[in-house]
């Protein structure tokens, strides 16, 4: 309960480095010193996630330390592997790219899905694996090893548009969510898979550090955790019903938005829709939602600035126990 206390919502940093809405943000891997993120206008940027100096206010960045540029349409998600040498991204021309992140070039692409690819994650020993979901509403595995351009195996039970993917390694298992109001998690290991309705489209899926627990978001405007054995709600966050201290909701009713655990599985963390979508008034804004993961009670709520319609995605970063949004107004903003 206490390390939900005091949730970061200092906004140190401001990254103005992108031309359209931000869709995807993800930290580099252990330490987390660098921030991916990948925007409608086509291009993935790499930035640092933290100001370099000590300053007490607030720092905006203009221009990334370096820029990946290779897909056609708006860019949906990034994945990094472990070692940081490589990541992985994916949008709307339907191919899988594999970048060398100091060479700034693909080394390798598929083009295995007919329909814009929404999720990416690795796997595998030395994240040998790469695992896509796609709006074709099928999951691709891809042998990030070989030369081949063919997946090594197709996964095929959703039905509609599959939009969020994650891998857990200890378990040996990739947990998905799909528009047809499903999660599924394929247990790799035993050939088994298992089902789970929430009668709305899924938007973004998240296991616990342990593996017992599953963070579905889903377009009721509610994010539930679920027990990975039998389905069972362990709690659920947002929905009609809970406002915080201001009066404000969570909302979440049409678009893509991505929840994650923080503070080491005590907080559940996401970003929403404003209130007023449509509205041109700039004072209506969204707000990124910090709760509590035993009480369901919300801990913090950070607005995200005048004007901004939507935080689509946030990435929490552990060893500096900071985070990240990627906002509709093109920015990324990094609170710690």
Not at 27 to 46: C, E, K, M, N, Q
Not at 90 to 102: A, H, I, P, T, Y
Not at 271 to 292: I, T
Request: hydrophobic share 35%; charged share 20%; proline share 3%.
């Amino acid at each position: 309960m206490s390390r939900s206390r005091h949730f970061p919502s200092s906004h140190t940093h401001t990254l103005k480095t992108h031309n359209g809405p931000v869709n995807t943000v993800t930290f580099s891997s252990y330490p987390g010193t660098y921030v991916l993120t990948g925007s409608t206008d086509r291009a993935i940027h790499l930035s640092r996630a933290l100001p370099s100096s000590n300053t007490q206010s607030l720092v905006e960045t203009i221009h990334p330390i370096q820029k990946y540029e290779a897909h056609g349409y708006s860019v949906l998600d990034i994945a990094v592997s472990s070692d940081n040498s490589r990541f992985a991204s994916v949008g709307g021309d339907r191919q899988v790219f594999l970048w060398d992140v100091e060479q700034g070039a693909t080394v390798r692409r598929w083009s295995g899905h007919s329909s814009r690819v929404e999720a990416v994650q690795f796997a595998g020993e030395e994240d040998s694996v790469v695992v896509t979901g796609s709006a074709d509403t099928t999951i691709n595995l891809w042998d990030a090893k070989s030369s081949s351009y063919k997946p090594i195996q197709s996964l095929t039970e959703a039905s509609d548009t599959v939009s969020s993917l994650h891998v857990h390694m200890p378990s040996y298992s990739i947990a998905s969510g799909s528009y047809d109001g499903r999660v599924r998690i394929y247990d790799l290991r035993m050939g088994r898979t298992t089902v789970d309705v929430v009668a709305h489209p899924v938007t973004s899926v998240r296991c616990s550090a342990d593996g017992n627990a599953v963070l579905v978001s889903s377009l009721d405007g509610t994010i539930r955790m679920l027990d990975r054995t039998d389905g069972k709600l362990l709690k659920s966050y947002g929905g009609e019903t809970q406002v915080n201290k201001f009066g404000e909701k969570y909302l979440n009713k049409s678009l893509r938005i991505r929840s994650v655990f923080a503070r080491a599985d005590a907080v559940v963390l996401s970003g929403s829709e404003a209130a007023d979508m449509g509205a041109k008034d700039k004072r209506s804004q969204a707000s990124v939602f910090a709760w509590d993961v035993l009480s369901g009670n919300i801990v913090a709520t950070i607005p995200a600035g005048a004007g901004v319609k939507v935080v689509s995605c946030v990435a929490w970063n552990e060893k500096a126990q900071c985070w990240a949004g990627a906002c509709a107004d093109g920015t990324v903003k990094v609170y710690s």
